[in-house]
C-alpha cells in the first residue's frame, strides 16, 4: 500500500486531499497541530524542529511514497509592512517555508524510488495585494525550494508545486465572486486534491509549478 503524509490535514483543504488520497487506497497519515482530520492523526508544529522528529518517530513508518507539504498560518498574519512584528513574520515562515525544509529533510530516507513531494504554495507567490507580503515571501519560498531539491533529489524523488488561488467550501458567493474567473467559478477543496492526484503519478514531471485557480493569473485587470 502506498503512504502518504499530509501536513495540515484538518484543514479545508488538507482534508480534502486525505479524503482523495484515502479513496485511492492510500494509508495517510495528517501531521496538524488540531487531531480532528482524517487518517493516522499525528500532533506536529511545523515551525518546530523537535516536534517535527517527534511526530515521525510517533508515525513510525518504515517507507513511504508521498509528501504534501501544506500546512502552515494563513490570514492571522496578514498586515500593513509598519505595523507587522518579528514574530508575526517569523511564524509565517516557520509555518511554511522552514516547515516545508524540515518535513522534507525528514521524509527523504523514507521515500521510496518514484516517491513524490508537493509544495503547495499560493497564486500570491505570483502576484500580491501587499498585505499578504510575509505569506508571499514564505510561499515564494517554497516554489524555489522545490525547483531546487527536484534537481538534487532527481531522479529518486520528484518535487512540484501546487499554487491554489481562491479556494473555498463556501455556497453563499456573489455571482461576482465566480463570474470573474474564466472558468465561471470559484475553485474547491476537490480542484486541489485532484491535482495532488495527478503529480503524484505524474513520472515525468518534475521542479514544476501547476497554477490551479481558475484561470484567474492569465488575467488582464485594469482600471476602467
Known amino acids: 500500500m502506498k503512504r502518504a503524509i499530509v501536513t495540515g490535514g484538518s484543514g479545508l483543504i488538507g482534508r480534502e486531499i486525505c479524503a482523495h488520497l ?5 494509508e495517510v497519515a495528517s501531521f496538524d497541530l488540531k487531531k480532528d482530520g482524517l ?20 508515525l513510525n513508518w518504515d517507507h513511504l511514497d508521498l509528501l504534501v507539504n501544506n500546512g502552515g498560518l494563513v490570514f492571522e498574519t496578514f498586515s500593513q509592512l509598519g505595523e507587522a512584528t518579528l514574530d508575526q513574520w517569523n511564524s509565517t515562515i516557520g ?6 525544509f524540515m518535513m522534507s529533510r525528514a521524509a527523504q530516507p523514507l521515500l521510496r524510488d518514484g516517491g513524490s513531494i508537493i509544495m503547495m504554495a499560493s497564486t500570491r507567490a505570483l502576484m500580491s495585494e501587499g498585505i499578504d507580503f510575509s505569506y508571499a515571501a514564505a510561499k515564494g519560498g517554497m516554489l524555489a525550494l522545490a525547483q531546487a531539491l527536484a534537481v538534487q533529489l532527481g531522479p529518486k524523488i520528484r518535487i512540484n508545486t501546487i499554487a491554489p488561488g481562491w479556494i473555498t467550501g463556501e455556497t453563499d458567493l456573489r455571482n461576482v465572486d465566480n463570474a470573474q474567473h474564466p472558468v465561471g467559478r470559484v475553485g474547491r477543496p476537490a480542484d486541489i486534491a485532484e491535482a ?29
Open 22 to 26: 484515502l479513496r485511492d487506497g492510500w
Open 39 to 58: 487518517g493516522v492523526q499525528i500532533y506536529c508544529d511545523l515551525s518546530n524542529e523537535e516536534s517535527v522528529k517527534e511526530a515521525f518517530n510517533e
Open 95 to 100: 509555518s511554511h517555508l522552514t516547515g516545508a
Open 196 to 224: 495532488v492526484i495527478y503529480l503524484a503519478s505524474a513520472g515525468f514531471v518534475t521542479g514544476e509549478t501547476l497554477v490551479v485557480d481558475g484561470g484567474m493569473t492569465k488575467k488582464m485587470i485594469y482600471a476602467e
